[in-house]
Protein backbone atom coordinates (compact mmCIF):
# COMPACT_ATOMS: atom_id res chain seq x y z
CA UNK A 1 0.00 0.00 0.00
CA UNK A 2 1.03 2.97 -1.02
CA UNK A 3 1.17 6.54 0.73
CA UNK A 4 1.37 9.78 -1.59
CA UNK A 5 0.48 12.85 0.35
CA UNK A 6 -0.90 11.46 3.15
CA UNK A 7 -3.96 13.50 4.30
CA UNK A 8 -4.14 14.10 8.18
CA UNK A 9 -5.84 10.47 9.67
CA UNK A 10 -8.17 10.12 12.54
CA UNK A 11 -8.39 7.03 14.31
CA UNK A 12 -11.29 5.35 14.73
CA UNK A 13 -11.11 2.01 16.59
CA UNK A 14 -13.27 -0.52 18.26
CA UNK A 15 -12.57 -3.83 19.56
CA UNK A 16 -15.65 -6.37 19.41
CA UNK A 17 -15.30 -9.41 21.75
CA UNK A 18 -18.45 -10.44 21.55
CA UNK A 19 -20.75 -13.46 20.82
CA UNK A 20 -21.82 -13.72 17.31
CA UNK A 21 -25.02 -14.80 15.74
CA UNK A 22 -24.78 -18.68 17.34
CA UNK A 23 -26.75 -19.48 13.75
CA UNK A 24 -24.29 -19.88 11.04
CA UNK A 25 -25.55 -19.13 7.40
CA UNK A 26 -24.81 -22.65 6.45
CA UNK A 27 -27.02 -23.64 8.76
CA UNK A 28 -24.92 -26.06 10.73
CA UNK A 29 -24.44 -25.83 14.75
CA UNK A 30 -21.47 -24.29 15.08
CA UNK A 31 -18.40 -24.06 17.70
CA UNK A 32 -19.00 -21.09 20.06
CA UNK A 33 -17.01 -18.34 18.25
CA UNK A 34 -16.57 -14.41 19.39
CA UNK A 35 -15.85 -11.57 17.19
CA UNK A 36 -12.10 -10.75 17.34
CA UNK A 37 -11.38 -8.26 14.13
CA UNK A 38 -11.61 -4.61 15.13
CA UNK A 39 -14.10 -2.03 13.56
CA UNK A 40 -11.63 0.29 11.65
CA UNK A 41 -13.13 3.45 9.73
CA UNK A 42 -10.08 5.34 9.13
CA UNK A 43 -6.34 4.45 8.15
CA UNK A 44 -4.44 5.64 11.80
CA UNK A 45 -1.98 8.32 12.15
CA UNK A 46 1.04 5.84 13.42
CA UNK A 47 1.87 2.31 12.52
CA UNK A 48 -0.80 -0.11 14.71
CA UNK A 49 -0.53 -3.73 14.33
CA UNK A 50 -4.36 -4.36 14.82
CA UNK A 51 -5.54 -2.40 11.27
CA UNK A 52 -2.11 -3.69 9.73
CA UNK A 53 -3.45 -6.96 10.57
CA UNK A 54 -7.09 -6.32 8.96
CA UNK A 55 -5.37 -4.83 6.14
CA UNK A 56 -3.32 -7.80 5.70
CA UNK A 57 -6.87 -9.70 5.55
CA UNK A 58 -7.88 -7.84 3.08
CA UNK A 59 -11.84 -9.26 3.75
CA UNK A 60 -13.92 -8.59 0.45
CA UNK A 61 -16.08 -5.80 1.02
CA UNK A 62 -17.45 -2.78 -1.14
CA UNK A 63 -15.85 -2.59 -4.79
CA UNK A 64 -12.19 -1.53 -5.08
CA UNK A 65 -11.44 1.91 -6.82
CA UNK A 66 -8.19 1.10 -8.84
CA UNK A 67 -5.82 3.08 -11.17
CA UNK A 68 -5.85 0.04 -13.69
CA UNK A 69 -6.16 0.94 -17.29
CA UNK A 70 -5.52 4.71 -17.06
CA UNK A 71 -3.47 6.55 -19.76
CA UNK A 72 -3.93 9.55 -22.16
CA UNK A 73 -6.78 8.78 -24.60
CA UNK A 74 -4.30 8.54 -27.48
CA UNK A 75 -2.29 5.73 -25.98
CA UNK A 76 -3.16 1.96 -26.80
CA UNK A 77 -3.23 -0.80 -24.06
CA UNK A 78 -0.87 -3.60 -25.77
CA UNK A 79 -0.64 -6.04 -22.99
CA UNK A 80 -1.09 -6.50 -19.62
CA UNK A 81 1.15 -8.59 -17.19
CA UNK A 82 -0.06 -9.74 -13.63
CA UNK A 83 1.56 -11.42 -10.98
CA UNK A 84 -0.91 -11.95 -8.17
CA UNK A 85 -0.46 -13.45 -4.43
CA UNK A 86 -3.33 -16.36 -3.60
CA UNK A 87 -5.85 -16.00 -1.37
CA UNK A 88 -6.67 -16.20 2.00
CA UNK A 89 -5.34 -19.70 3.29
CA UNK A 90 -5.90 -21.87 6.36
CA UNK A 91 -2.40 -21.55 8.04
CA UNK A 92 0.58 -23.66 7.54
CA UNK A 93 1.64 -23.85 10.86
CA UNK A 94 -0.31 -25.32 14.24
CA UNK A 95 0.22 -24.08 17.18
CA UNK A 96 0.97 -26.94 19.28
CA UNK A 97 -1.49 -28.42 21.87
CA UNK A 98 -4.61 -26.24 20.98
CA UNK A 99 -7.28 -26.92 18.70
CA UNK A 100 -6.97 -26.06 15.29
CA UNK A 101 -9.01 -23.27 14.37
CA UNK A 102 -12.03 -24.18 13.13
CA UNK A 103 -12.75 -23.19 9.63
CA UNK A 104 -14.87 -24.61 6.71
CA UNK A 105 -13.28 -24.74 3.32
CA UNK A 106 -16.49 -25.71 1.71
CA UNK A 107 -17.31 -23.44 -0.96
CA UNK A 108 -21.17 -22.38 0.06
CA UNK A 109 -22.62 -19.70 -1.67
CA UNK A 110 -24.79 -18.49 1.02
CA UNK A 111 -22.36 -17.73 3.27
CA UNK A 112 -20.35 -14.68 3.32
CA UNK A 113 -17.80 -13.30 2.05
CA UNK A 114 -19.56 -14.75 -1.37
CA UNK A 115 -19.99 -13.63 -4.59
CA UNK A 116 -22.57 -13.01 -7.31
CA UNK A 117 -20.68 -15.79 -9.44
CA UNK A 118 -19.52 -17.85 -6.94
CA UNK A 119 -22.12 -21.14 -7.35
CA UNK A 120 -21.49 -20.20 -11.20
CA UNK A 121 -17.60 -20.76 -10.24
CA UNK A 122 -18.20 -23.76 -8.26
CA UNK A 123 -20.46 -25.85 -10.97
CA UNK A 124 -18.01 -24.49 -13.67
CA UNK A 125 -15.07 -25.96 -11.81
CA UNK A 126 -16.30 -29.50 -11.59
CA UNK A 127 -16.58 -29.57 -15.22
CA UNK A 128 -12.49 -29.02 -16.09
CA UNK A 129 -11.26 -32.12 -17.77
CA UNK A 130 -10.70 -30.59 -21.13
CA UNK A 131 -8.28 -27.92 -19.66
CA UNK A 132 -4.57 -28.60 -20.24
CA UNK A 133 -2.62 -28.28 -17.02
CA UNK A 134 1.44 -29.05 -16.58
CA UNK A 135 2.97 -31.76 -15.08
CA UNK A 136 1.32 -32.33 -11.35
CA UNK A 137 -1.12 -29.70 -11.62
CA UNK A 138 -3.52 -32.07 -13.04
CA UNK A 139 -4.12 -34.00 -9.68
CA UNK A 140 -4.65 -31.05 -7.93
CA UNK A 141 -8.23 -30.22 -7.10
CA UNK A 142 -9.83 -26.99 -8.87
CA UNK A 143 -11.52 -25.23 -5.64
CA UNK A 144 -11.42 -26.26 -2.33
CA UNK A 145 -13.39 -28.42 -0.38
CA UNK A 146 -13.20 -29.98 2.88
CA UNK A 147 -15.43 -29.06 5.92
CA UNK A 148 -12.64 -28.40 8.14
CA UNK A 149 -9.71 -27.06 5.88
CA UNK A 150 -6.29 -28.62 5.78
CA UNK A 151 -3.40 -26.96 6.08
CA UNK A 152 -2.28 -24.17 3.72
CA UNK A 153 -5.83 -24.69 1.80
CA UNK A 154 -7.74 -22.12 0.28
CA UNK A 155 -10.41 -20.27 2.06
CA UNK A 156 -13.90 -19.40 0.59
CA UNK A 157 -12.61 -15.61 1.36
CA UNK A 158 -9.55 -16.51 -0.53
CA UNK A 159 -12.01 -17.76 -3.75
CA UNK A 160 -14.04 -14.58 -3.65
CA UNK A 161 -11.19 -12.17 -3.35
CA UNK A 162 -9.94 -13.40 -6.67
CA UNK A 163 -13.33 -13.46 -7.88
CA UNK A 164 -13.50 -10.10 -7.36
CA UNK A 165 -9.80 -8.92 -8.74
CA UNK A 166 -11.04 -10.77 -11.97
CA UNK A 167 -14.23 -8.82 -12.11
CA UNK A 168 -12.02 -5.43 -11.26
CA UNK A 169 -9.80 -6.58 -13.97
CA UNK A 170 -12.55 -7.55 -16.67
CA UNK A 171 -14.16 -4.09 -16.24
CA UNK A 172 -11.13 -2.19 -16.87
CA UNK A 173 -9.17 -4.01 -19.76
CA UNK A 174 -11.82 -6.44 -21.70
CA UNK A 175 -14.57 -4.00 -21.43
CA UNK A 176 -13.09 -0.57 -21.52
CA UNK A 177 -9.92 -1.53 -23.85
CA UNK A 178 -11.22 -4.56 -25.69
CA UNK A 179 -7.77 -6.35 -25.02
CA UNK A 180 -9.80 -9.63 -25.08
CA UNK A 181 -12.68 -10.12 -27.52
CA UNK A 182 -15.25 -12.98 -27.40
CA UNK A 183 -13.43 -15.10 -29.76
CA UNK A 184 -10.26 -14.66 -27.88
CA UNK A 185 -7.71 -18.10 -28.62
CA UNK A 186 -5.49 -19.96 -25.75
CA UNK A 187 -2.39 -18.28 -27.77
CA UNK A 188 -3.77 -14.45 -26.22
CA UNK A 189 -2.83 -15.74 -22.93
CA UNK A 190 0.29 -17.08 -20.86
CA UNK A 191 -0.68 -18.66 -17.52
CA UNK A 192 1.76 -20.36 -15.37
CA UNK A 193 1.14 -21.07 -11.17
CA UNK A 194 3.24 -22.83 -8.68
CA UNK A 195 2.29 -26.34 -7.81
CA UNK A 196 0.14 -25.60 -4.47
CA UNK A 197 -3.86 -26.10 -5.22
CA UNK A 198 -4.23 -22.37 -3.29
CA UNK A 199 -2.24 -20.35 -5.94
CA UNK A 200 -3.98 -22.83 -8.91
CA UNK A 201 -7.30 -22.13 -7.81
CA UNK A 202 -6.64 -18.67 -7.07
CA UNK A 203 -5.76 -18.34 -10.84
CA UNK A 204 -8.86 -20.14 -11.89
CA UNK A 205 -11.16 -17.87 -9.76
CA UNK A 206 -9.07 -14.67 -11.06
CA UNK A 207 -9.52 -15.97 -14.62
CA UNK A 208 -13.37 -17.20 -14.11
CA UNK A 209 -14.61 -13.77 -13.98
CA UNK A 210 -11.94 -11.92 -15.54
CA UNK A 211 -12.79 -14.36 -19.32
CA UNK A 212 -14.90 -13.07 -22.11
CA UNK A 213 -15.73 -16.65 -22.15
CA UNK A 214 -13.93 -19.14 -19.49
CA UNK A 215 -13.38 -22.18 -21.84
CA UNK A 216 -11.40 -24.95 -20.33
CA UNK A 217 -10.15 -26.10 -23.68
CA UNK A 218 -8.44 -22.50 -23.85
CA UNK A 219 -7.09 -22.90 -20.39
CA UNK A 220 -3.17 -23.67 -20.84
CA UNK A 221 -2.19 -23.55 -17.22
CA UNK A 222 1.99 -24.29 -16.96
CA UNK A 223 3.60 -25.34 -13.68
CA UNK A 224 6.37 -23.21 -12.09
CA UNK A 225 8.61 -25.48 -9.05
CA UNK A 226 10.14 -22.57 -7.79
CA UNK A 227 8.53 -20.24 -5.65
CA UNK A 228 10.73 -16.86 -7.22
CA UNK A 229 10.14 -18.11 -10.63
CA UNK A 230 13.49 -18.88 -11.64
CA UNK A 231 12.53 -21.52 -14.31
CA UNK A 232 16.35 -22.87 -15.79
CA UNK A 233 18.14 -20.19 -13.73
CA UNK A 234 17.95 -21.14 -10.49
CA UNK A 235 21.46 -21.74 -10.21
CA UNK A 236 22.78 -18.41 -8.04
CA UNK A 237 24.96 -19.40 -4.86
CA UNK A 238 25.72 -15.41 -3.81
CA UNK A 239 21.26 -15.73 -3.89
CA UNK A 240 21.68 -18.14 -1.31
CA UNK A 241 24.46 -16.50 0.47
CA UNK A 242 22.29 -12.80 1.01
CA UNK A 243 19.56 -15.03 2.01
CA UNK A 244 21.30 -16.72 4.98
CA UNK A 245 22.33 -13.72 5.91
CA UNK A 246 18.80 -11.60 5.98
CA UNK A 247 17.80 -15.10 8.07
CA UNK A 248 20.70 -13.93 10.26
CA UNK A 249 19.13 -10.42 10.11
CA UNK A 250 15.90 -11.37 11.65
CA UNK A 251 16.98 -13.67 14.02
CA UNK A 252 19.25 -10.36 15.54
CA UNK A 253 16.15 -8.80 15.76
CA UNK A 254 14.39 -11.12 17.43
CA UNK A 255 16.51 -11.76 20.07
CA UNK A 256 16.81 -7.84 20.53
CA UNK A 257 13.03 -7.48 21.43
CA UNK A 258 12.52 -8.27 24.93
CA UNK A 259 8.30 -7.57 24.91
CA UNK A 260 8.15 -9.96 22.02
CA UNK A 261 10.43 -12.78 24.22
CA UNK A 262 8.26 -11.96 27.38
CA UNK A 263 4.54 -12.92 24.97
CA UNK A 264 6.70 -16.09 23.93
CA UNK A 265 7.22 -17.27 27.84
CA UNK A 266 3.74 -16.19 28.41
CA UNK A 267 2.12 -17.97 25.51
CA UNK A 268 4.41 -21.24 25.99
CA UNK A 269 2.99 -21.70 29.86
CA UNK A 270 -0.57 -21.47 28.37
CA UNK A 271 -0.12 -24.01 25.44
CA UNK A 272 2.54 -26.27 27.90
CA UNK A 273 5.52 -26.64 25.54
CA UNK A 274 9.04 -24.82 25.83
CA UNK A 275 9.22 -21.60 24.56
CA UNK A 276 11.96 -22.31 21.56
CA UNK A 277 9.13 -24.64 20.45
CA UNK A 278 6.06 -22.07 20.44
CA UNK A 279 8.99 -19.77 18.87
CA UNK A 280 9.59 -22.61 15.82
CA UNK A 281 5.38 -22.86 15.38
CA UNK A 282 5.50 -19.77 13.75
CA UNK A 283 2.55 -18.64 16.10
CA UNK A 284 1.66 -15.25 13.78
CA UNK A 285 0.46 -17.45 10.69
CA UNK A 286 -2.12 -19.30 12.79
CA UNK A 287 -3.00 -16.46 14.94
CA UNK A 288 -3.38 -14.11 11.44
CA UNK A 289 -5.84 -17.29 10.58
CA UNK A 290 -7.98 -16.66 13.63
CA UNK A 291 -8.07 -12.74 13.53
CA UNK A 292 -8.94 -12.42 9.73
CA UNK A 293 -12.32 -15.33 10.59
CA UNK A 294 -13.44 -13.55 13.04
CA UNK A 295 -12.68 -16.94 15.65
CA UNK A 296 -11.56 -16.23 19.09
CA UNK A 297 -7.98 -16.83 19.90
CA UNK A 298 -7.29 -20.27 21.58
CA UNK A 299 -7.79 -21.23 25.13
CA UNK A 300 -6.45 -24.15 27.18
CA UNK A 301 -6.87 -24.82 30.90
CA UNK A 302 -4.00 -22.44 32.02
CA UNK A 303 -5.30 -19.84 30.04
CA UNK A 304 -6.08 -17.81 26.55
CA UNK A 305 -3.95 -16.38 23.91
CA UNK A 306 -5.35 -12.65 23.98
CA UNK A 307 -5.34 -9.90 21.38
CA UNK A 308 -2.55 -8.29 23.59
CA UNK A 309 -0.10 -11.22 22.61
CA UNK A 310 -1.15 -10.92 19.08
CA UNK A 311 -0.57 -6.90 19.18
CA UNK A 312 3.37 -7.53 20.45
CA UNK A 313 3.97 -10.52 17.51
CA UNK A 314 2.58 -8.58 14.88
CA UNK A 315 4.25 -5.29 16.04
CA UNK A 316 7.42 -7.08 15.86
CA UNK A 317 6.43 -8.60 12.24
CA UNK A 318 6.35 -5.39 11.03
CA UNK A 319 9.34 -3.89 11.95
CA UNK A 320 11.37 -6.84 11.14
CA UNK A 321 9.47 -5.68 7.70
CA UNK A 322 10.57 -2.07 7.94
CA UNK A 323 14.14 -3.25 8.60
CA UNK A 324 14.05 -5.51 6.22
CA UNK A 325 13.75 -2.93 3.55
CA UNK A 326 16.31 -0.27 5.09
CA UNK A 327 19.13 -2.82 4.81
CA UNK A 328 20.70 -3.90 2.11
CA UNK A 329 21.37 -7.34 2.24
CA UNK A 330 17.84 -8.07 1.48
CA UNK A 331 17.67 -5.72 -1.10
CA UNK A 332 20.72 -7.60 -2.74
CA UNK A 333 18.96 -10.96 -2.09
CA UNK A 334 15.72 -9.68 -3.84
CA UNK A 335 17.44 -8.24 -7.28
CA UNK A 336 19.26 -11.90 -7.71
CA UNK A 337 16.01 -13.75 -6.19
CA UNK A 338 13.70 -11.59 -9.18
CA UNK A 339 16.08 -11.36 -12.32
CA UNK A 340 14.89 -14.47 -14.20
CA UNK A 341 11.31 -13.43 -13.40
CA UNK A 342 11.72 -9.99 -14.40
CA UNK A 343 13.90 -10.71 -17.45
CA UNK A 344 11.28 -13.16 -18.68
CA UNK A 345 8.68 -10.24 -18.11
CA UNK A 346 11.06 -7.65 -20.25
CA UNK A 347 11.76 -10.47 -22.67
CA UNK A 348 7.99 -10.94 -23.44
CA UNK A 349 6.96 -7.38 -23.24
CA UNK A 350 9.75 -6.66 -26.31
CA UNK A 351 8.57 -9.08 -28.61
CA UNK A 352 4.92 -8.25 -28.11
CA UNK A 353 5.97 -4.83 -29.06
CA UNK A 354 7.73 -6.09 -31.71
CA UNK A 355 4.72 -7.79 -32.84
CA UNK A 356 6.54 -11.28 -32.24
CA UNK A 357 4.04 -12.69 -29.52
CA UNK A 358 0.39 -12.47 -29.05
CA UNK A 359 0.11 -12.82 -25.36
CA UNK A 360 -1.73 -9.70 -24.78
CA UNK A 361 -2.62 -11.43 -20.74
CA UNK A 362 -0.16 -13.10 -18.57
CA UNK A 363 -0.96 -14.60 -15.27
CA UNK A 364 1.72 -15.67 -12.67
CA UNK A 365 -0.56 -16.95 -9.46
CA UNK A 366 2.38 -17.12 -6.77
CA UNK A 367 2.98 -16.39 -2.97
CA UNK A 368 4.08 -13.41 -0.79
CA UNK A 369 8.09 -14.50 -0.75
CA UNK A 370 7.52 -14.53 -4.70
CA UNK A 371 5.72 -10.74 -4.61
CA UNK A 372 7.69 -9.08 -1.91
CA UNK A 373 11.47 -9.74 -3.32
CA UNK A 374 9.89 -8.59 -7.04
CA UNK A 375 8.70 -5.16 -5.17
CA UNK A 376 11.95 -4.80 -3.46
CA UNK A 377 13.73 -5.17 -6.61
CA UNK A 378 12.06 -2.60 -8.19
CA UNK A 379 12.66 -0.14 -5.82
CA UNK A 380 8.81 0.23 -4.54
CA UNK A 381 9.89 -0.17 -1.00
CA UNK A 382 7.19 2.31 0.71
CA UNK A 383 4.62 -0.68 -0.45
CA UNK A 384 2.94 -3.00 2.52
CA UNK A 385 4.09 -6.69 2.58
CA UNK A 386 1.92 -8.58 0.28
CA UNK A 387 -1.72 -8.81 1.51
CA UNK A 388 -3.86 -12.01 0.10
CA UNK A 389 -5.06 -11.67 -3.08
CA UNK A 390 -2.32 -8.68 -3.63
CA UNK A 391 -1.66 -7.89 -7.13
CA UNK A 392 1.32 -6.34 -9.34
CA UNK A 393 0.24 -5.26 -12.96
CA UNK A 394 2.70 -4.63 -15.69
CA UNK A 395 0.64 -2.58 -18.45
CA UNK A 396 2.50 -2.16 -21.63
CA UNK A 397 1.29 1.14 -24.29
CA UNK A 398 1.79 1.99 -27.51
CA UNK A 399 1.87 6.00 -28.17
CA UNK A 400 -0.79 6.16 -30.75
CA UNK A 401 1.08 9.54 -31.77
CA UNK A 402 4.44 7.70 -32.55
CA UNK A 403 3.47 3.79 -32.85
CA UNK A 404 6.83 2.48 -32.42
CA UNK A 405 7.22 4.28 -28.47
CA UNK A 406 6.01 1.76 -26.25
CA UNK A 407 5.86 2.47 -22.66
CA UNK A 408 4.99 0.60 -19.37
CA UNK A 409 2.89 1.28 -16.04
CA UNK A 410 3.35 -0.41 -12.64
CA UNK A 411 1.00 -0.88 -10.44
CA UNK A 412 0.23 -2.47 -7.16
CA UNK A 413 -3.06 -3.27 -5.87
CA UNK A 414 -5.00 -0.89 -7.87
CA UNK A 415 -2.20 1.92 -7.00
CA UNK A 416 0.30 3.88 -9.89
CA UNK A 417 3.91 3.08 -8.80
CA UNK A 418 5.41 3.31 -11.67
CA UNK A 419 7.58 6.80 -10.72
CA UNK A 420 8.73 5.31 -7.11
CA UNK A 421 10.38 2.35 -9.31
CA UNK A 422 14.36 2.78 -9.26
CA UNK A 423 14.72 2.85 -13.07
CA UNK A 424 12.10 5.84 -13.35
CA UNK A 425 12.42 8.24 -10.03
CA UNK A 426 14.31 10.24 -12.64
CA UNK A 427 12.43 10.21 -16.16
CA UNK A 428 9.42 11.33 -13.99
CA UNK A 429 11.10 14.88 -13.14
CA UNK A 430 12.04 15.30 -16.26
CA UNK A 431 9.15 14.49 -18.45
CA UNK A 432 5.32 14.98 -18.61
CA UNK A 433 4.61 11.55 -19.59
CA UNK A 434 2.38 9.71 -17.51
CA UNK A 435 4.26 6.44 -17.77
CA UNK A 436 7.51 5.13 -18.14
CA UNK A 437 9.66 4.28 -21.62
CA UNK A 438 10.02 0.32 -22.19
CA UNK A 439 13.24 0.56 -22.54
CA UNK A 440 13.75 1.72 -18.90
CA UNK A 441 12.78 -0.89 -17.32
CA UNK A 442 14.67 -3.20 -20.34
CA UNK A 443 17.95 -1.36 -19.33
CA UNK A 444 17.29 -1.69 -15.52
CA UNK A 445 16.65 -5.66 -15.86
CA UNK A 446 19.59 -6.24 -18.78
CA UNK A 447 22.04 -4.15 -17.34
CA UNK A 448 21.70 -1.62 -14.60
CA UNK A 449 20.58 -4.40 -11.53
CA UNK A 450 24.24 -5.90 -11.75
CA UNK A 451 25.87 -2.67 -11.10
CA UNK A 452 25.89 -3.07 -7.32
CA UNK A 453 27.63 -6.21 -7.41
CA UNK A 454 30.04 -5.06 -9.90
CA UNK A 455 29.24 -7.74 -12.61
CA UNK A 456 27.75 -7.22 -15.74
CA UNK A 457 25.40 -10.55 -16.03
CA UNK A 458 23.12 -12.49 -13.91
CA UNK A 459 25.58 -15.22 -14.14
CA UNK A 460 28.46 -13.02 -12.81
CA UNK A 461 26.67 -12.17 -9.98
CA UNK A 462 25.31 -15.09 -8.85
CA UNK A 463 28.68 -16.38 -8.81
CA UNK A 464 31.13 -13.32 -7.50
CA UNK A 465 31.90 -12.36 -4.07
CA UNK A 466 31.90 -8.76 -3.32
CA UNK A 467 35.09 -8.01 -1.65
Known amino acids: YIFLNPPIYVLCLSVHLIPVNPIREDGLNPKSRKRVMPDL ?29 HAPHYFKLVSVQVLIRHGDRYPLYAIPKTKRPDIDCVLLPSRKPSHPQLEAFIKHMSKGSTAQLDGSLSSLPRYPSHSLCEMGELTQTGVVQHLQNGQLLREIYINKHKLLLSDWTAKQLYLETTGKSRTLQSALALLYTFLPDFDWKKINMRHQWSTIFCSGSCDCPMRNHYLEEEQRRQYS ?14 MAKIVGIPTRQLRASNPIDSLLCYFCHNVSFPCTKMGCIGMEHFKVIKRHQLEDERERQEKKVYFLYALLATHPFLNQTVNRLQHIA ?9 LYSAHDVTLSPVLSALGITEARFPRFAA ?9 GKRPKEHFIRILYNGADV ?7 KDYYKRSSKPMCPLEKFVNFVKRDMFVIFNSTSYHDACHRRLL
Not at 354 to 362: D, P
Open 41 to 69: LTEPPAVDPVYEAHVYCNIPTIAEHSMEG
Open 253 to 266: LRVKNNDLEKIYVD
Open 354 to 362: EGKREEVFV
Open 391 to 399: RLVFELWQD
Open 418 to 424: TFQTSFC
